[in-house]
């Protein structure tokens, strides 16, 4: 086995650690009855999937949020600390016929803001921001000339599970799955 090989190794159980004790900062920070946090490893990296209570958004914009639960998937792919992870929205909770951000766009840029990603910024802090983003999303949603659409970014190259998509369904009027809308 060439050394090349054993520094790749070195540096996979690196991450895989520095990921584990981000986690057991996380469930720290929100292990509680409004908060679930679960995490696996598959093709696309590494996922922690992040589901909050609205009850912890502000009352004012509670009634506006159609789901329970709101749930994230940040994803961590393998140049992780280096690159920055990916948002994922899966809970359609925006109360808009017309538009809906859980069809697979990275909407980091969105719930970072100006500041960015930087290499030890740590994923609680990550988690923290998700409430302010449904927030604002929920606020933009409501402008008369909303620019909701605009948010996020989708990645060529990027594996996509077609269960986690959604698209519209013009004859409904409603969002439903691709599969539903074949049938």
Not at 31 to 45: A, K, M, Q, T, V
Not at 69 to 92: A, G, H, N, S, V
Not at 145 to 171: A, C, N, P, W
Request: proline share 2%; net charge negative.
């Amino acid at each position: 086995m060439d050394s090349n090989s054993n520094k790749f190794r070195d540096l996979e159980k690196h991450r895989h650690s520095t990921i584990l004790e981000d986690l057991k900062e996380i469930k720290r920070f929100v292990n509680n009855e409004y908060w679930r946090l679960s995490s696996c490893e598959s093709l696309d990296g590494f996922s922690i999937f992040v589901e909050f209570a609205k009850r912890i958004l502000k009352e004012n914009v509670q009634a506006q949020v159609t789901a329970e639960q709101i749930k994230f998937k940040i994803l961590l792919e393998e140049r992780y600390p280096f690159k920055d992870p990916q948002i994922l929205c899966l809970t359609d909770f925006l109360n808009n016929e017309t538009f809906s951000i859980s069809d697979g766009r990275d909407l980091f840029n969105e719930v970072v803001g100006q500041d960015g990603w930087k290499c030890d910024y740590p994923l609680y802090k990550l988690i923290w921001l998700l409430p302010d983003f449904v927030e604002e999303m929920l606020s933009l949603s409501q402008k008369k000339e909303s620019k909701t659409h605009f948010v996020g970014t989708f990645h060529l190259g990027m594996l996509y599970d077609i269960r986690e998509i959604k698209t519209q369904s013009r004859q409904l009027s409603t969002y439903k799955t691709v599969f539903d809308v074949q049938e």
